[in-house]
Structure formats: C-alpha cells, structure tokens
C-alpha cells in the first residue's frame, strides 16, 4: 500500500484524474470503477474539463459504479446515478450502455448482483477504481462486519453511515437504509485502486485501514492486501498515522529513482 500525504485535495485531485487520462492514452476501452460522495468530485470535473478542453475521448470507457441506494429512482437527487450524471457523465462522451450500475430497483435482486459481476468480467475487469472511505471504514457500502470477501449484494447501512448521509437529506425527507454495492471481494479484484480520504472525520478510519489490523470491523483495512492501492490522504486525515515520515521519505525516494528514469 502507498501512502501519499498531499497537501492539498486539489492536488490528490490532480494526481488521480492524471493517472486516469495517462491510462486512457494507452488503453481507450479502459473500465473504471466509480465512487460517488463529495470526495471524488474534483476528479470528475478534471476529466470533463479534459474531455471538452482537450478533446479527451472517453467514447470506449466503461463503468462500473460502487453502489446505489435501493429504490431511489435515477431523477431522485439522492441517487448516485443522479449525481453521477451531474458530476461525470453529462461532461464526457461516455455512451449510455457503457455505464453500469448494481440492481436497486424491482426484483430478483440477488441474480442481478450476480450479473453485474458477471459484467465486470466480460469487459475484462475493472483497470482503476476510484475510492472514498467512509467515516467508519466503509468501502463502497461495505459496512463494518462485511465479509472481506462479499460480492455486489444488498446490505443494510449502519447507524453511522446514514447520520453522515444524512446531511444531504433535507428535514423529514425519508432517507434510503438499504443499498445495493460491490462486495469487497469485488473491489479486491480490481487491477488498481485510488483511494482519496480528506478532513479530520476521516483520520479515524485511515489509520484503521493503512495501519491498523486487517479486521471486517474497518473493511477498508484489507486494501492492506491489494498489490496496486494507492491511499491519497490530507494533514487531517493522516493526522493518527504514526509512520508519517516513513510515507514522506518513500515518496521523496520514489520521486527520485523516477527522475534517474529508473522506475
Ligand atoms: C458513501 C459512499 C462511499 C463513499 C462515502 C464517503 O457512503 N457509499 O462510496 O466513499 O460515502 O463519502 P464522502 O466522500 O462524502 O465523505
């Protein structure tokens, strides 16, 4: 697992929406896996500013997203397909079949999960997946006590989980306690992952998850055996890292080894 300390959300911003446009030039059918929350929407709005600015074509990507709330319709904006639309897909040239996302309306819920991983696999699996992390560790909507191992399935969210969504719910507007979402199996699987954690409700759980034990309990700590995960983390949010200076000097070795062309 690499640890980047950035100075700024903007420039972790900057770093992931860079390796994403990087991977796009060599591979134009690249499969991304998508996050929603507020913490990945500056890199959306890099990659349509790269798309109308530079002409970026993203006509052959394919998407997967994490997750959705179940039974909230995609013109609710409570939706992640909602926001999806509004932060990503209106400002690239993604055709509408290539977007996916787990099943969370109508029934027959549990064979659909298991065809949207199947959908994953006929594109070849997910090249890079973008990453938040919940303020209890969560991944996706893989709560605490997920199995390390689930596949995309319905789960009931935690107490926690629906306080912290709760701020995007207007007073008495019923807010959606089941989701439907990539297992942790499912993410595990996938070639890369970016990870983006900002701000001091964050620092609890990436501690859990870069230095705490592997445990179901912060689902995000079994990244720790992922071979390509990057975590990008602000001051607050690595502020209860205790091997930050370890982190610094492998990005300042990294950084050099790069520039003698020797990575
Ligand atoms: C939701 C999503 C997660 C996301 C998390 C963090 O629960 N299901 O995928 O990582 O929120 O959200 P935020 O980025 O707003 O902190």
């Known amino acids: 697992m690499e640890v980047i300390l950035t100075d700024s959300a903007s420039l972790a911003a900057d770093a992931v929406a860079n390796e994403i446009l990087d991977a796009l030039e060599t591979k134009p059918n690249l499969v991304l896996g998508l996050a929603t929350g507020s913490t990945p929407i500056e890199v959306y709005r890099r990659l349509g500013a790269a798309h109308h600015k530079e002409g970026v074509d993203f006509s052959k990507v394919h998407t997967f997203n994490l997750d959705e709330y ?3 319709p995609g013109d ?3 939706s992640y397909k909602y926001f999806m ?3 990503l897909f209106d400002h690239v040239n993604i055709p509408q079949d ?3 996302f787990p099943p ?3 029934d027959n819920l549990v064979r659909r999960c298991r065809e949207y991983e199947q959908k994953i696999r006929e594109v070849g699996g997910i090249d890079i997946q973008i990453l938040g992390l919940g303020s209890n560790g969560h991944i996706g909507f893989n709560e605490p006590t997920s199995s390390l191992k689930s596949r995309t399935r319905i789960k009931t969210l935690t107490a926690k989980t629906i306080k912290d969504n709760s701020r995007f719910y207007s007073d008495g507007e019923e807010q959606p306690v089941v989701a439907s979402t990539m297992g942790i199996g499912t993410i595990m699987d996938t070639k890369r992952i970016l990870l983006q954690a900002f701000g001091k409700k964050k620092a609890e759980a990436v501690r859990n998850a870069v ?3 592997i445990s179901s309990l912060c689902p995000g ?3 720790q055996l992922h071979p390509l995960t990057t975590f990008f983390v602000d001051s607050e949010a690595a502020d209860l890292l205790t091997m930050k200076d370890y982190y610094l000097a492998t990005i300042r070795e990294n950084d050099r080894l790069r520039a ?3 990575l």
């Open 70 to 72: 179940l039974d909230l």
């Open 260 to 262: 003698e062309g020797r």
């Open 211 to 213: 230095e705490g034990p």
């Open 85 to 87: 639309q509004e932060h």
């Open 98 to 100: 290539n977007i996916h």
């Open 104 to 106: 969370s309306e109508g």
């Open 76 to 78: 609710h904006p409570q």
């Open 221 to 223: 700590s079994v990244l």
